[in-house]
């Protein structure tokens, strides 16, 4: 279709021609969050590369992809450009490009982090470039100061190479206001599918709200609770831990025999560090097959010890309106990741409170 034919606030935005200088956002003072295993300059990889050959095929392909971890900085002026090259070109049925393909970027504002706009390509491409700007009103509030920047990758497609366009140089950003990262978790839900951008999974959400770096560890149809994965989890200095896992277990027998010995290794090496654990959003679809599984995750939870908090999934929505809070009866939409953000802020929220009495 003709760009004059469609409504152009709904056309991808191109790059102003001049006013911009160009920087690899991959080296300082650039910061990137949310792969705490990376190796150097190494790809952005979600797990330590030294366990690879012991897991499966799935779990090492979906690991490379970013799962909207952040990047942040600061810079004056209101333009913010991308050129993003991404190692792979992947599409999913029910998800935006905007999600798989598109970053978020969000700025600290006089009411928090606030969305500008999301960078994404015209159509699915391996290269694509996109500029936004700051609204007037929002430029107007920040006044002269530099801009906290905080970008959420894709949470699809693994990036390769990305330069950041400013119109001032840039800066390190601020420190973050929770000084310890938010670990998270799970199957494909912690991975963010399906939100209709980066921004908006709930793992986003409560890390956005604590002001904390989030270490995404959702991984799509293949969270199985394998002890070396729990192994690298329990090296990591975190505020908070949420472990979203049952969905990707094949059955309730499999969950039982791997949840608790998961969690187990964690609070072995950590015995003080907050745990939160929640069961399956679509505890309404099935209530007695998934409330099969949350009784093992609640044996789990008094079995562990420790400061920890169960959130329980049948809370997050009615019953008569869960369907319409998933995009296909399984994943969440924006809705869905809302819903499940506000009752697992507050369980962090006691869990931190605990681990400090």
């Known amino acids: 279709m003709s760009r004059r034919l469609r409504d152009h606030n709904l056309v991808a935005a191109g790059i102003g021609r001049d006013g911009l200088a160009w920087h690899d956002a991959l080296l300082p003072p650039f910061l990137l969050e949310g792969f705490p295993f990376r190796e150097g300059s190494g790809p952005l990889f979600r797990l330590p590369q030294g366990i690879v050959d012991g897991l499966p095929r799935l779990l090492v392909h979906v690991a490379a992809q970013p799962a909207g971890a952040g990047l942040r900085f600061a810079a004056t002026g209101n333009r913010l450009a991308v050129r993003a090259q991404l190692g792979r070109n992947e599409t999913s049925r029910n998800c935006t490009y905007a999600a798989t393909h598109g970053i978020d970027a969000y700025v600290d504002g006089p009411l928090g982090w606030t969305f500008v ?3 994404s390509a015209e ?3 391996r290269r694509w470039s996109a500029e936004v700007r700051l609204s007037v009103p929002l430029a107007q509030a920040l006044g002269d100061a530099p801009r906290q ?7 699809q497609n693994p990036v390769t190479g990305l330069r950041i366009g400013l119109e001032g140089p840039p800066l390190t950003p601020r420190r973050r206001r929770l000084a310890k990262p938010l670990v998270c978790y799970g199957s494909s839900i912690t991975q963010g599918f399906c939100a ?3 921004g908006l999974t709930w793992t986003n959400l409560v890390a956005r709200a604590l002001d904390a770096e989030l270490i995404p560890l959702g991984f799509g149809g ?3 609770g394998e002890p070396a994965v729990a192994k690298a989890m329990a090296g990591l200095d975190a505020s908070c831990l949420v472990v979203d896992y049952d969905h990707n277990a094949p059955d309730t027998a499999h969950l039982r025999q791997t949840h608790l010995p998961f969690l187990r290794i964690i609070r072995t090496q950590q015995p003080h560090l907050p745990i939160v654990i929640a069961s399956s959003p679509n505890f309404h679809g099935d209530a007695r097959y998934w409330g099969e599984r949350r009784a093992v995750i609640r044996a789990s939870a008094k079995a562990l010890g420790g400061p920890c908090r169960v959130v329980d999934g049948a809370s997050y929505h009615d019953v008569d309106s869960w369907a319409d809070t998933t995009i296909d ?3 969440p939409n924006d809705l869905g990741f809302r819903q499940m953000a506000d009752r697992i802020l507050p369980a962090v929220h006691a869990a931190i409170r605990a681990a400090r009495r």
């Open 117 to 119: 706009g999301n960078l």
């Open 123 to 125: 159509k699915p491409s």
């Open 149 to 155: 920047w905080l970008l959420h990758l894709p949470l």
């Open 196 to 198: 209709s951008r980066p």
């Open 222 to 224: 293949s969270a199985l």
């Open 329 to 331: 009866r399984c994943h």
